[in-house]
């Protein structure tokens, strides 16, 4: 008989679940999370497992397992499972950490000192001479670089001619990406015009960003560079000795030893007041011989001037010729490339005659109807005797049609023969120039007036310049007709501007200009009228001013009356100042009025007491490059300018 078998419970499956593979990728606080997940779970699933046992060997009621000891298995392939788990998941969270550790230290360790700029070239150079210049810029870095670019800052006197590669806008070049060791380079080609002995900055900045920064960089190399000298030459040849009168030849001889042109060449001359340049080929750009347009001067190309010109009278000894050679700037400035000079002897003439000018011998300025003083010396100051000398002065005015000089008003006490501008004297007015033995000296005085007028307003720029010519035709007897000549002396023509002033009660028209009593009286105030006027038209003016000041007890109420410039009150040093910037020819005249109220004082009774002191203009003349200076005499109550209150000035 089979035995029949109890029903019994079903055992529960205890078998460990199997893990799942890890991603990929864990952050570490999911490798923390997931690790304290296992352990809760492992701990559920050991109570669970221990309730399970329990209930089965429970069902057995004789036998009790003791369930605090259990002896465990030699290979229990469930914790063999979960340590292992353990383990990948705390090496894959090292890794993770090893990896953002070493991306984040190779971010943060890039400066921008791995980025090299270099400008290669020398360091001196000659004005004008081609010059090569190479910017090398190299990535020593791991990192690569994006949206790079150079930018050079180049001065005004250096010349960009070429560029390999070529620019993509003004001095700057796109680089683009380099790559980690790249490197590359720009060369540039051009010419250096600026002073010797100059020193001067080319400078490169190279732009980037690392491609693992979203902040741009930069690098910054400069290249000081200096001029010793330049590609133009110069020379001046002309005689050691000479005597004064003797016909001098001056040659000047330039040159550009570049292969480059050089635009807007100049040669200059700053002849000394003994030297009296006369003629030139080619001819000069000025009337004064002494500056030369050269032009466009191409590569090894070279050129002459001749310059004819006589040494003045009075001169002697060690003279200086300056000559320079340069460029015109694009602002119209001369650049001086090259400068040398000729020194010449001048042996003492024979005949030496000055002209002295208003008691000056150097150039000066004078107005309208002024009178002009002239005195010339003369003297043998040889060994020798010196027959049937002439001594002339010459009176050359520019414009030639100006009419300046009032000749009929000549006033000449050798009684000169005047000639086309010209006076001289022989020994027909002075017996002594028949023969002027060694030692022998005079002296010619003369004067002249110049016109009030122009009878003509279209010449404005006028200039008097007068010299001494000489004449010997024999020394000792034998016949040698030297001529010389004297320094000349210039005269500027300044502008016809004139100050008016004045004081009134009453108009033209007898309407009432002041206020108060009149006379005057003490202790009871009387405003006047002040009127200023400048009246001009022959050059511009620039810079103008006029100043008064009040006495103690005379005030300013502030009323006033000015057509142009800015009319102003110093209460502490009481003082008037009218100012005004520039008054072209255009604008005959300005006037400026204002009211002055005098209060006089006991000590004034029966006195003329006075409004303004005496009112000073000054004003620089653009034309004549001097300054004007004009005044007036102070202004009294006698109102000697307003016929109706005239007599009516003596405090009561």
């Known amino acids: 008989m089979p035995k029949t078998r109890k029903n019994k419970k079903r055992r529960p499956d205890t078998r460990p679940i199997k893990p ?5 990728w864990i952050c570490p606080e999911s490798i923390s999370m997931m690790a304290e997940d296992d352990r809760l779970l492992s701990r559920v699933r050991t109570e669970d497992i221990e309730k399970e046992l329990s209930t089965i060997y429970l069902e057995n009621e004789d036998v009790k397992p003791d369930m605090t000891r259990l002896e465990q298995a030699k290979h229990s392939t469930f914790k063999k499972i979960v340590v292992g788990g353990l383990v990948f998941l ?126 741009e960089f930069q690098k910054v190399a400069t290249k000081t560079i200096k001029t ?88 002697q000894g060690q003279i200086n010729l300056p000559i320079t050679f340069g460029f015109i700037t694009a602002d119209d400035n001369y650049v001086e490339q090259a400068k040398t000079e000729l020194i010449t002897e001048v042996l003492q003439g024979q005949l030496v005659a000055a002209l002295v000018l208003n008691g000056k011998s150097e150039n000066q300025t004078a107005y309208l109807g002024d009178n002009l003083r002239y005195s010339v010396s003369y003297r043998n100051t040889g060994e020798a005797s010196l027959g049937n000398v002439e001594i002339a002065v010459v009176i050359s005015v520019t414009p030639e049609e100006a009419d300046l000089v009032l000749w009929n008003e ?28 060694a030692g022998d000296e005079g002296l010619i005085n003369f004067s002249f007036p110049l016109v009030a007028e122009l009878a003509s307003a279209t010449a404005n720029n006028l200039v008097i310049n007068s010299w001494v010519e000489t004449l010997v035709e024999s020394i000792d007897g ?36 002041g206020s108060g009593v009149i006379p005057p009286e003490v202790g009871r105030e009387t405003t006047y009228l002040i009127g200023w006027q400048i009246t001009n038209s022959l050059h511009e003016l620039s810079n103008l001013r006029l100043t008064a000041k009040l006495p ?58 006075t409004l303004v002191d005496a009112t000073v203009f000054e004003a620089t003349d653009n034309t004549a490059e001097a300054t004007i200076l004009l005044s007036q005499p102070p202004l009294t109550t006698s109102l000697n300018d307003d016929p109706r209150a005239l007599g009516k000035g003596r405090v009561r």
């Not at 910017?135 to 250096?158: C, H, M, Q, W």
């Open 552 to 609: 103690d007890n005379v005030e300013w109420n502030g009323e006033s009356e000015v057509s142009a410039g800015d009319l102003r009150y110093d209460a502490a040093e009481r003082k008037m100042t009218w100012t005004l910037n520039r008054l072209p020819r255009t604008v005959s005249s300005v006037n400026i009025n204002f009211e002055a109220t005098i209060t006089p004082a006991e000590d004034q009774r029966n006195r003329i007491p």
């Open 20 to 24: 799942q593979p890890p991603s990929d």
């Open 228 to 315: 010793v000298g330049s590609v133009l030459n110069l020379e001046i040849q002309g005689p050691d000795k000479i005597l004064p009168g003797d016909l001098v030849e001056l040659t000047i001889l330039y040159k550009n030893d570049s292969d480059s042109i050089i635009d807007n060449a100049v040669v200059t001359a700053n002849w000394p007041a003994e030297f009296i340049p006369e003629s030139s080929e080619p001819m000069a750009t000025d009337e004064t011989f002494s500056r030369w347009d050269v032009g466009s001067l191409l590569g090894q190309t070279s050129g002459s001037i001749t310059v004819m010109g006589t040494f003045a009278s009075e001169a």
């Open 410 to 437: 000549l006033e000449d006490e050798a009684s000169g023969t005047l000639k086309n501008n010209r006076i001289s004297w022989t020994s027909r007015q002075i017996k002594s120039l028949s023969r002027l033995e």
């Open 90 to 215: 705390s090496v894959l969270a090292g890794i993770s950490a090893l990896g953002f550790f070493y991306f984040g230290q190779h971010k943060g360790g890039f400066t921008g000192e791995q980025v090299t700029l270099s400008i290669d070239g020398p360091s001196e150079v000659k004005s004008g001479e081609p010059v090569t210049y190479t910017i090398k810029y190299r990535n020593a870095s791991d990192v690569p670089l994006g949206t790079a670019s150079l930018e050079l800052r180049l001065p005004d006197s250096f010349h960009l001619q070429t560029s390999n590669p070529e620019m993509i806008d003004k001095n700057t070049w796109k680089i683009g990406s380099m790559p980690p060791r790249g490197e590359g380079q720009v060369q540039i080609d051009g010419l250096v015009l600026t002073q010797i002995d100059k020193e001067f900055d080319i400078q490169g900045i190279i732009t980037y960003r690392p491609a693992n920064f979203n902040s």
């Open 478 to 513: 034998d016949v040698v007709n030297r001529s010389a000549k004297s320094q000349p002396v210039e005269v500027k023509i300044m502008s016809d501007a004139e100050l008016t002033v004045s004081a009134r009660f009453f108009s033209d028209d007898g309407l009432a200009l």
